[in-house]
Each structure stands twice: as structure tokens, then as C-alpha cells.
């Protein structure tokens, strides 16, 4: 079984909307790290936002949010007024106890892409 | 943030031509690198785990012997990519956790990208 599923290949989004990209994730762990990873096309890979598995508040860093429903294992991430410069492949990724919050494991990923 | 270096960011070679790829921490130490694999429009599948000191840890389906790691220093690991053929071909990213526990962040690097003619 897949550890993280992303079901949506592409998203489109005009500039200044807010979009949703789904993550849906499989775990017997108690503990584990969710985290989303934004790959534009020069390859790097930039963090952008962490949420642990005991963390009762749904993580922020900006313009980004974690959606995090963990009766459900999703971990959406949301991105507030879309600008120009978000237009990537964005990664959901996974770590858990088991493996010594070492391995990140990634999902498929969502290319976004934005208009202006 | 702490920094994560590879070299070379990209690489031609011939078939059967052996290729080294280096990953270095520069302002930490990584008991542990993790070298991973990434096709184009395709995820980041991890390769192996780079351990300091001792052998790495290869990833189901991954051939140990293909892909030749070699952890020597704390912050120093090489992936050497023995016998390159084209279906090697792929962008390489290692990536080094500081610190521990489940939200211990994880620095990459910048990635090599292979071409093997």
C-alpha cells in the first residue's frame, strides 16, 4: 500500500485564489511527520511546512496551512493567495516512529500551476 | 538553515563509464544521508540510507552493487553510480536530517542530474 497518496496530478489556480492540495497518508505509527516540500523546476527541494502527529493545532507558516485530519490520515495543504511564483511540483512526505523519524518517504505529487 | 552541497550538479557520461556523485554537509554534521532518485515528473524515491562508519542501507530493488555508497566522514557521502546505461539516466538528490525526532528538519541538496549516453 501506497504510504502517501496524492490523487491529483495538476491543479490550476488563478493568481490571488486560494488552493487545496490533497495528501492522504497510511500509518500504524502513533507518532510520525507530515511535511509539504515545493520543487519548482530548477530541482531544489524548499520545506514549507511541518505538522506532527500530536500536534492538536493545524500547523501555519505564511501563506501556507496544514489541514490536518488525522481520524481521516489527511494532511491538505492549503496555500492562500496564489502568486506567480508558486507554479511547482508540490510533495507531501511522510516520517515515521519505526524508522527512527529518519526516512522521509514522498508522495506522487501535485504540479501546480498559476495564472495569472 | 544548515546547508547540503552536491557535486556535480549535472553529469554526462558514456555507457559503461563509472560516476561519483558527492554530498556534503557544510555546517553540521550528518551521522546520516539519504540519497534518493527522481525520474522526470516522477516523486522522489528513496535509494538507501548512508550511514557513517558502516554500511549503507539499500532500498528494496535497489542494486547494492550498481550503486556503490560510501559514508566516510560526518560530513561526507558518495553515491558512485558503477557501469552508468542510459536507463540510469535520472536526477539525484542526497539529503541530510539534523537532529532527531519526528520533526527534525531534512536539508537537501541541490541535486545532480545524470545523463548517460
Known amino acids: 500500500a501506497q504510504k502517501i497518496t496524492q490523487t491529483q496530478p495538476g491543479m490550476f489556480v488563478q493568481e490571488k485564489e486560494a488552493v487545496t492540495l490533497d495528501c492522504t497518508y497510511d500509518?500504524?505509527?502513533?507518532?510520525?511527520?507530515l511535511f509539504w516540500y515545493k520543487q519548482p523546476s530548477s530541482g531544489e527541494m524548499i520545506f514549507l511546512i511541518y505538522?506532527?502527529?500530536?500536534?492538536?493545532q493545524n500547523a501555519t507558516e505564511g501563506r501556507y496551512s496544514l489541514n490536518f485530519q488525522k481520524a481521516r490520515k489527511s494532511a491538505n495543504l492549503v496555500i492562500s493567495a496564489s502568486q506567480l511564483g508558486d507554479s511547482a511540483m508540490y510533495f507531501c512526505a511522510m516520517r515515521e516512529s519505526y524508522t527512527g523519524f529518519q526516512k522521509l518517504v514522498f508522495g506522487t505529487g501535485t504540479r501546480l500551476l498559476v495564472s495569472p | 538553515g544548515a546547508v547540503v552541497s552536491q557535486h556535480p550538479s549535472w553529469v554526462i557520461c558514456k555507457s559503461g563509464t563509472s560516476v561519483k556523485i558527492e554530498c556534503r554537509s557544510l555546517?553540521?554534521?550528518?551521522?546520516?544521508m539519504f540519497w534518493y532518485r527522481q525520474f522526470p515528473k516522477q516523486s522522489l524515491m528513496l535509494m538507501a540510507t548512508?550511514?557513517?562508519?558502516?554500511?549503507?542501507?539499500?532500498e528494496q530493488g535497489v542494486e547494492k552493487d550498481k550503486f556503490l555508497i560510501n559514508h566516510a566522514s560526518l560530513t561526507l557521502s558518495t553515491l558512485t553510480v558503477t557501469s552508468a546505461h542510459p536507463e540510469d539516466s535520472s536526477f539525484y538528490i542526497c539529503s541530510a536530517p539534523l537532529g532527531q525526532g519526528p520533526g527534525n528538519e531534512q536539508f537537501f541538496g541541490p541535486g545532480t542530474r545524470l545523463t548517460v549516453l
Open positions: 555546517d553540521f554534521q550528518a551521522t546520516t
Open positions: 505538522q506532527g502527529s500530536y500536534d492538536e
Open positions: 500509518t500504524s505509527d502513533q507518532s510520525y511527520g
Open positions: 548512508s550511514n557513517e562508519g558502516s554500511k549503507a542501507t539499500y
